[in-house]
């Protein structure tokens, strides 16, 4: 939360989502597996016709939001150079049924650069690539009032006389937020200035020795400042230096096995100065071994894979902590009919806590919330099964999952105390259970037309009498249909979050919504320019919505009506 999410899906080649065994080669703490998204900052190939690149430029009517991205390559013999840059700036968002037309603190001005170069041959490529990011955003659904809050023993004091005051009335209409201000950055919201350097490195070397099939590295560093600003002022500076990479060879088959070997190593050196630095100056090491093996054997692909990690992490004044957390993993999928397939997943996951968990001490003002780490947190243990229904021939195709997590030592914030929306929180370890399902399935109605059902549900609960877990997200289930003719494209999309009940101690019902966006698109062929002009509206129906997997839940709507009009270009 502290964080503007940034990142532009024009610039991506790809998003890989990786379950079951697959996601350890990653980490261990992934529930229901991982994402790596595949950018293109450094090439791996030199374009065919000496250059290639695509451009967007949008604006949008909820929040003002302008935004451009430009990614270009160009190469010739063995050199191929990537530029990327993007800009976006936003003021507040408009907001329905809430206190103040929009919400204060929800803007945001970011632009990000990256430079990147290869060396690329008949047998892999060698390259690297700088990236810079500025940013100035704010953080919304904060009140002043609670800059004083802090703990007595289990209790929040926030002056007054309000030592464990709770407000039971969580109502979103009737509390007073503090928003001012509609449209400009005169703002009563703290606001965060953030500037990040990362200098990327990667490499792949093909064939090197007899019996390995490829050789990839990826290596890192990254030096990331931001600053809160209250009132114009520098409250708190946090900045964050750290390295990160990983080799991993993959061999060719050996008695029927292909897999992959590799070794992931970072550091973290994180600190904080000023008025609200809640958590100590740290150091976080962390050193990883895997192996993914896969086999096939009849209408069966087997897969498994292990993961040993060495953690340590150190404060300053505060012990220092060390952890060895073991995954393993294994999957079946049966190939039981053309089309169709079925499988089960079995896991062991272990998690190390973060620095944060274990040494966290102050008020936290992006999550409204006053953070207590544990020293004493030891590893987190998942025991998992997934079954797998999926159909990918025909003029229906789709996938529905169920799965169960059984956690031994389960980390969480907790929260011991509320003080209107401010809590007290501390880091704890309890069993506990997840257990959910989600699906997806596609009927093609004709060449031209589609339409879609999905949904997904999860529970979380502490084991024995403990109750729910915090900020679970609420159910969801939704339609969609999709059609082209010609040049034209588009699809209207209906979800309706339901009401969540399931709450913790301290948590409030979060009302359900329904959701409704649309796309349309035209695209336009010059030549060797391919463009698109698009139209996408969200939240059609202008409802007043809240995430509930959210620190801000109650104080932080979801954006209102919005209607974003743009191009893009592929060249």
């Given at each position: 939360?502290?964080?503007?999410?940034?990142?532009?899906?024009?610039?991506?080649?790809?998003?890989?989502?990786?379950?079951?065994?697959?996601?350890l080669l990653y980490g261990g703490g992934a529930i229901g597996g991982a994402v790596n998204l595949l950018d293109k900052k450094i090439p791996t190939r030199v374009?065919?016709?000496?250059?290639?690149?695509?451009?967007?430029?949008?604006?949008?009517?909820?929040?003002?939001?302008?935004?451009?991205?430009?990614?270009?390559?160009?190469?010739?013999?063995?050199?191929?150079?990537?530029?990327?840059?993007?800009?976006?700036?936003?003021?507040?968002?408009?907001?329905?049924?809430?206190?103040?037309?929009?919400?204060?603190?929800?803007?945001?001005?970011?632009?990000?650069?990256?430079?990147?170069?290869?060396?690329?041959?008949?047998?892999?490529?060698?390259?690297?690539?700088?990236?810079?990011?500025?940013?100035?955003?704010?953080?919304?659904?904060?009140?002043?009032?609670?800059?004083?809050?802090?703990?007595?023993?289990?209790?929040?004091?926030?002056?007054?006389?309000?030592?464990?005051?709770?407000?039971?009335?969580?109502?979103?209409?009737?509390?007073?937020?503090?928003?001012?201000?509609?449209?400009?950055?005169?703002?009563?919201?703290?606001?965060?200035?953030?500037?990040?350097?990362?200098?990327?490195?990667?490499?792949?070397?093909?064939?090197?020795?007899?019996?390995?099939?490829?050789?990839?590295?990826?290596?890192?560093?990254?030096?990331?400042?931001?600053?809160?600003?209250?009132?114009?002022?520098?409250?708190?500076?946090?900045?964050?230096?750290?390295?990160?990479?990983?080799?991993?060879?993959?061999?060719?088959?050996?008695?029927?096995?292909?897999?992959?070997?590799?070794?992931?190593?970072?550091?973290?050196?994180?600190?904080?100065?000023?008025?609200?630095?809640?958590?100590?100056?740290?150091?976080?090491?962390?050193?990883?071994?895997?192996?993914?093996?896969?086999?096939?054997?009849?209408?069966?692909?087997?897969?498994?894979?292990?993961?040993?990690?060495?953690?340590?992490?150190?404060?300053?004044?505060?012990?220092?902590?060390?952890?060895?957390?073991?995954?393993?993993?294994?999957?079946?999928?049966?190939?039981?009919?053309?089309?169709?397939?079925?499988?089960?997943?079995?896991?062991?996951?272990?998690?190390?806590?973060?620095?944060?968990?274990?040494?966290?001490?102050?008020?936290?003002?992006?999550?409204?919330?006053?953070?207590?780490?544990?020293?004493?947190?030891?590893?987190?243990?998942?025991?998992?099964?997934?079954?797998?229904?999926?159909?990918?021939?025909?003029?229906?195709?789709?996938?529905?999952?169920?799965?169960?997590?059984?956690?031994?030592?389960?980390?969480?914030?907790?929260?011991?105390?509320?003080?209107?929306?401010?809590?007290?929180?501390?880091?704890?370890?309890?069993?506990?259970?997840?257990?959910?399902?989600?699906?997806?399935?596609?009927?093609?109605?004709?060449?031209?037309?589609?339409?879609?059902?999905?949904?997904?549900?999860?529970?979380?609960?502490?084991?024995?009498?403990?109750?729910?877990?915090?900020?679970?997200?609420?159910?969801?289930?939704?339609?969609?249909?999709?059609?082209?003719?010609?040049?034209?494209?588009?699809?209207?999309?209906?979800?309706?979050?339901?009401?969540?009940?399931?709450?913790?101690?301290?948590?409030?019902?979060?009302?359900?919504?329904?959701?409704v966006n649309a796309t349309v698109a035209y695209d336009v062929d010059l030549g060797p320019v391919r463009s698109q002009i698009f139209l996408r509206g969200t939240?059609?129906?202008?409802?007043?919505?809240?995430n509930h997997a959210s620190f801000l839940a109650e104080t932080a709507p979801l954006r209102g009506r919005n209607l974003t009009v743009g191009v893009r270009a592929?060249?």
């Open positions: 939360p502290d964080h503007a999410v940034s990142g532009e899906p024009l610039l991506l080649e790809g998003v890989e989502i990786l379950r079951g065994p697959a996601a374009p065919a016709n000496g250059g290639e690149g695509v451009a967007e430029y949008r604006r949008g009517s909820v929040d003002n939001e302008e935004a451009g991205v430009v990614g270009m390559t160009v190469g010739a013999g063995n050199f191929a150079v990537r530029v990327e840059a993007a800009a976006r700036k936003s003021d507040d968002y408009k907001v329905p049924g809430w206190d103040e037309p929009r919400l204060d603190g929800s803007y945001n001005e970011t632009s990000t650069a990256t430079l990147g170069a290869s060396w690329i041959g008949s047998r892999g490529y060698l390259g690297a690539a700088y990236t810079e990011q500025t940013s100035r955003y704010g953080l919304a659904g904060h009140s002043h009032e609670y800059e004083g809050c802090h703990p007595h023993g289990d209790h929040l004091h926030c002056g007054g006389g309000h030592d464990h005051g709770h407000d039971d009335d969580h109502g979103h209409g009737d509390d007073d937020h503090g928003h001012e201000h509609e449209g400009d950055h005169d703002h009563a919201a703290p606001e965060v200035r953030l500037k990040s350097r990362r200098v990327d490195l990667r490499g792949e070397l093909r064939d090197p020795l007899p019996g390995i099939e490829n050789v990839r590295l990826r290596a890192g560093y990254t030096d990331y400042e931001h600053s809160e600003l209250e009132e114009g002022v520098v409250s708190t500076t946090f900045t964050n230096k750290g390295y990160d990479g990983r080799i991993e060879a993959q061999h060719r088959e050996i008695a029927g096995f292909k897999g992959v070997v590799g070794l992931q190593l970072s550091k973290s050196d994180f600190a904080a100065v000023g008025e609200e630095s809640f958590l100590a100056p740290s150091t976080t090491k962390n050193t990883g071994l895997f192996v993914m093996e896969e086999y096939e054997i009849g209408l069966w692909h087997l897969e498994g894979a292990l993961r040993q990690e060495w953690q340590e992490a150190s404060a300053i004044g505060l012990p220092d902590v060390e952890h060895k957390p073991f995954s393993i993993s294994g999957s079946a999928v049966w190939h039981f009919t053309p089309g169709w397939s079925g499988a089960v997943s079995l896991s062991r996951s272990q998690r190390a806590p973060s620095a944060q968990e274990l040494y966290a001490d102050g008020v936290h003002l992006a999550t409204n919330t006053y953070e207590i780490g544990d020293a004493a947190l030891d590893v987190e243990t998942a025991n998992s099964i997934e079954l797998t229904l999926r159909k990918t021939e025909g003029p229906l195709t789709g996938s529905v999952s169920a799965y169960h997590y059984v956690y031994d030592d389960y980390i969480f914030a907790r929260t011991l105390d509320q003080y209107e929306d401010f809590r007290l929180i501390r880091y704890s370890q309890a069993d506990a259970t997840f257990t959910g399902i989600e699906g997806e399935l596609t009927q093609q109605f004709a060449p031209w037309l589609s339409g879609t059902v999905f949904g997904d549900y999860v529970q979380g609960e502490l084991k024995g009498d403990g109750g729910n877990l915090p900020r679970i997200p609420a159910a969801r289930a939704g339609v969609r249909l999709a059609a082209f003719q010609g040049p034209w494209s588009g699809d209207v999309e209906y979800s309706r979050t339901f009401k969540q009940t399931d709450i913790a101690a301290f948590e409030t019902e979060t009302p359900g919504y329904d959701m939240n059609l129906l202008d409802e007043t919505a809240f592929r060249f």
